[in-house]
C-alpha cells in the first residue's frame, strides 16, 4: 500500500493562523501518513518580501509544532530552501514522488485557479492530487470559477481534485503586513511564538 505523503508550499513570509489553519483541516480529512510543511527560497510568481529563508525556516518550525497541535506526522522541511534556486513546484514534486508514496499537493484558491500557468503543469497533476483549502469568505463568482477550473483540470488532465470541506481562516497579508508594523498588535494573525520571533527580529 502506497504510503500517503502531503505537500504544503508557501513563502511563509510569515506562518500565520491561516496556514495553521489549512494545515490542519488538510491533515484532519486527507489523514496522510507524513505532511510536510515545505518554505520555498525564491517562489516563481510572487516575492518573498524581506525575510530571510533561515527566519522563515525557524518561524515555520514554531508555527507547525507539537505546541500548535500538530503531530509528529507534521514536520518543516528545507529540501526547497537548501537548493537556493527559484521554487518550481514540479521539481520539488519529481523528488519525492516514488512507487511507494502517493503525494497530495496543497493549495489555496489563488494558486488553484493558475495551476495550469505553473511550469509543467502536466507534471504536477500527474504526480500528484490536488487538494484545495477553499478560502473562507469565498464569494459566489470564485465558487463558479473554482467549479468551473476543476471540471477543467480533471478532463484535461485525467486527474481528481480534492475539495476540504472544512474552510480554513482567512488572513489578508496586507492587513498582517500592516499589523506586524512597529508599535501594533499582530496578536490576532500570529500565534505567541512566532509574533515573539518577529519582534525579536525587529529590535
Keep these: 500500500m502506497a504510503r500517503a505523503v502531503g505537500i504544503y508550499g508557501g513563502t511563509f513570509s510569515p506562518p500565520h493562523i491561516g496556514h495553521i489553519s489549512a494545515a490542519k483541516a488538510f491533515y484532519e480529512e486527507i489523514r496522510p501518513d507524513s505532511l510536510l510543511i515545505m518554505p520555498t527560497y525564491t517562489p516563481p510568481h510572487k516575492v518573498a518580501y524581506d525575510i530571510d529563508p533561515l527566519h522563515r525556516m525557524n518561524m515555520a518550525k514554531l508555527a507547525f509544532s507539537a505546541d500548535e497541535g500538530f503531530s509528529d506526522a507534521v514536520t518543516v522541511c528545507d529540501f526547497e530552501l537548501t537548493k537556493k534556486d527559484v521554487s ?9 514522488a516514488s512507487p511507494e508514496t502517493e503525494l497530495y499537493f496543497l493549495c489555496g484558491t489563488d ?24 478560502r473562507e469568505d ?3 463568482e470564485i465558487s463558479r470559477q473554482i467549479s468551473l477550473f476543476k471540471d477543467i483540470y480533471e478532463k484535461n488532465y485525467n486527474t481528481k481534485i480534492i475539495i476540504l470541506k472544512n474552510r480554513p481562516i482567512t488572513v489578508s497579508s496586507s492587513e ?9 498588535d499582530a496578536s490576532d494573525f500570529l500565534t505567541g511564538p512566532v509574533y515573539d520571533y518577529i519582534k525579536i527580529l525587529s529590535v
Design 88 to 96: 518550481y513546484t514540479y521539481q520539488t514534486l519529481e523528488h519525492f
Design 111 to 134: 494558486m488553484f485557479l493558475t495551476l495550469d500557468k505553473w511550469r509543467n503543469p502536466h507534471i504536477i497533476f500527474k504526480l500528484s492530487t490536488i487538494v484545495l483549502a477553499l
Design 138 to 140: 469565498a464569494s459566489e
Design 176 to 184: 498582517l503586513r500592516s499589523a506586524i508594523s512597529p508599535g501594533k
